[in-house]
């Protein structure tokens, strides 16, 4: 879940710049299966909406070197007053 947050903090920051503030308001994730013991967890992450005021973004996690994800993610961080006022 860790991983999952971390994701979309830095594909968030990446598309409006360093924003201090910006924080998960909610993150709902599904363990799909058990990850492999030998294999890093790579996460794969995709912004949905960029709004003004909240961002949601898609996350979804595999073992490395295998095709099925272990786990999906659905997070929405809010942007504070502050980036929408320069919006």
Do not use: Q
Not at 15 to 24: K, N, Q, R, S, Y
């Amino acid at each position: 879940m860790e991983m999952a947050d971390a994701a979309l903090y830095v594909a968030i920051l990446s598309e409006i710049g360093l924003v201090a503030l910006a924080v998960t308001t909610n993150l709902n994730i599904n363990f799909l299966r058990k990850p492999s013991s030998e294999s890093d967890v790579i996460a794969k992450c995709k912004l949905i909406k960029v709004g003004k005021s909240l961002i949601i973004g898609d996350v979804n996690l595999y073992s490395d070197g295998f095709p099925e994800p272990v786990a999906h993610a659905v997070g929405t961080y809010a942007i504070p007053p502050s980036r929408k006022a320069n919006s």
